[in-house]
Structures are given as C-alpha cells and as structure tokens.
C-alpha cells in the first residue's frame, strides 16, 4: 500500500494563489499612486497658468513669455 500526502499539493496551491493576489494587489495599487501622482502634476500645471494669467502683459514680457504661449510653457513637452 502507498501513502499519497494530498495536503502538500494543497499547501503548494494556496501558497501560490496568495503569491498572485499579493502581486495583483500590489499592481493595483502602484496604478492607484501613479494615477494620484499625475493628477496631482497636471492640477500644479493648471494653478501655474492660472497664476500666470492673471499677470499683466507687462509681467509676462519680463518673464519672456508670450500670453498665447502661458498653456505651452506651463505644460512643456506635453502640448505641442
């Protein structure tokens, strides 16, 4: 007669579905904090245009930007 241990295949299962969901957890939350991170990027870009553009002509000239380029400069590389 042969004794088959089921439980270490059991074991082995379970530990490899809690390795995956760590994993998955782990993923969704790096997505959460990225997203946060870009939302919080592009609100800084729109006080930056919002403070620039309540400056005058004059203001802006001394800053070497152009009132039709207020969105570009604050953007950068973002806005073509």
Do not use: C, P
């Not at 995956?20 to 782990?26: E, T």
């Not at 959460?32 to 800084?44: D, K, P």
């Amino acid at each position: 007669m042969t004794y088959h241990d089921s439980t270490s295949a059991v074991t082995s299962s379970v530990a490899d579905t809690a390795k995956h969901m760590g994993a998955s957890i782990m993923s969704f939350f790096g997505t959460v904090s990225h997203a946060m991170m870009i939302n919080s990027t592009g609100a800084e870009r729109v006080r930056i245009v919002q403070r620039l553009q309540a400056k005058s002509d004059a203001e802006l000239a001394g800053l070497g930007i152009k009132r039709d380029d207020i969105v570009r400069h604050a953007f950068g590389g973002f806005i073509n």
